[in-house]
């Protein structure tokens, strides 16, 4: 005879880290993967946002500003350079910061710091607080990309270096009356004001996000427990239920006398339903192997039957819940009780499959009970063959 019994599959979801624009590998903690890929996508909207801004600008605000005063600049190739540099570290900066991999900040920030000062050296007087001054309203949303993910101090650091370069500037090119520093003041707080609000954005929306996606993951965690444990209530009342039924009968029947405790028939009952019994208390035992501690109880009832029971063990065995160890272990000891003489149960786990396996040179009969329920995410197989007096029965579990 050859019994299959079904099996369905689970999945576990898998995320990745946050603070880097790519995928890289999970934590292994599904919960705080789920978090960090939560946060990971909130910021990388931002750097996206980011990229867009400080190209946009430099596009639509800088070209017209410097073809329309090409012919005033006092250098207009050096500005044109300068603003093919301001492209180049765009381009690096925007390139590590989609990727995720480390900026060589100080240096382009130096980069751009001078690329600055050369404009402002070739900008006329006239000029100096217009869109042809392009350098000193650009700097700071190339900046945002450089320093990235980094505290805003020193962010402030650059524009205080900025605004001293543009001061220096406004008192050479002869603007530095009250209207010169009054203009000087409102264009210093107008370009930095916006970088470091977004830059201070971002950061915000990134530990929002992350915490957002804790609490929910935390929530939907604890939800799932609860569930679980209710299932497993339920599950456990059920077998009582059922174990209840099938040992009162037989000790009714004893008890009216109408079932003959000699009768072999009437003994492989009760060994059936003391292991039953046995192995449901096993359950619920707080053991290291539990699966191995319910089939040495169901072994126990076996050996104290006169049966000769050798138990073997090979590897180390994963976590399985309760309805798979049920379902790995209760087909075999169901055929354990009916044993004779003696019998061999042979355990063998690895980390995605285990088998537990029972030989034995003969049993009373088949088996007899309720087969196992069936399990909705888990893969388990029961497969049990005889021939003569010699009966095989085996369960495999294996990990999806």
């Known amino acids: 005879m050859r019994v299959e019994l079904p099996a369905l599959a689970s999945g576990m979801s898998r995320a990745y880290v946050a603070g880097a624009a790519g995928t890289p590998p999970g934590t292994g903690n599904p919960a705080r993967d789920v978090v960090a890929d939560v946060a990971a996508t909130a910021d990388r909207g931002s750097r996206v946002a980011a990229v867009l801004i400080a190209f946009g600008w430099h596009l639509a605000i800088n070209v017209p500003a410097i073809v329309g005063s090409w012919s005033v600049y006092r250098a207009p190739w050096t500005v044109g350079v300068g603003w093919l540099v301001f492209v180049v570290v765009g381009a690096i ?140 209530r339920a599950e456990r009342q059920e077998r009582l239920s059922l174990v209840n039924r099938t040992a009162g009968a037989i000790l009714t029947e004893l008890a009216e006398g109408r079932a003959d405790p000699t009768d072999p028939a009437v003994q492989r009952r009760c060994a059936l339903e003391a292991s039953r019994l046995r192995r449901l208390i096993a359950e619920s035992d707080d053991v290291p192997d539990p699966l191995l501690h319910e089939l040495r109880a169901a072994v126990d009832i076996a050996e104290r039957n006169g049966l000769l029971v050798e138990l073997v063990a090979v590897g180390t065995l994963p976590a399985l819940p309760v309805h798979v160890r049920r379902r790995l272990a209760e087909p075999l000891t169901a055929t354990l009780a009916s044993a004779q003489r003696w019998a061999r149960l042979t355990v063998v786990a690895e980390p995605a499959e285990v088998v537990v396996s029972l030989v034995t040179s003969g049993t009373a009969a088949d088996p007899v009970g309720p087969a196992p329920p069936v399990v909705a995410d888990e893969e388990v197989e029961y497969v049990y063959e005889r021939d003569g007096e010699q009966v095989w029965a085996q369960t495999r579990w294996r990990a999806s």
């Open 93 to 232: 900066s925007a390139a590590h910061l989609l990727r995720g991999t480390p900026t060589p900040t100080w240096r382009l920030i130096a980069v751009l710091l001078l690329v600055e000062a050369v404009v402002f050296v070739n900008t006329p007087a006239t000029l100096l607080f217009q869109p042809a001054n392009w350098g000193w309203g650009t700097l700071g949303w190339f900046v945002v990309l450089v320093l990235w993910g980094r505290p805003v101090a020193p962010l402030v650091a650059v524009f205080a270096i900025e605004a001293t370069v543009a001061l220096v500037a406004v008192f050479v090119n002869g603007a530095g009356n009250a209207a010169g520093l009054s203009r000087y003041a409102m264009y210093t707080y107008g370009t930095a004001t916006l970088p470091i609000a977004f830059s201070v954005a971002a950061s915000v929306l990134r530990t929002l996000a992350a915490r957002t996606a804790g609490t929910a993951t935390a929530r939907a965690a604890l939800e799932a427990e609860r569930i679980a444990a209710q299932r497993a």
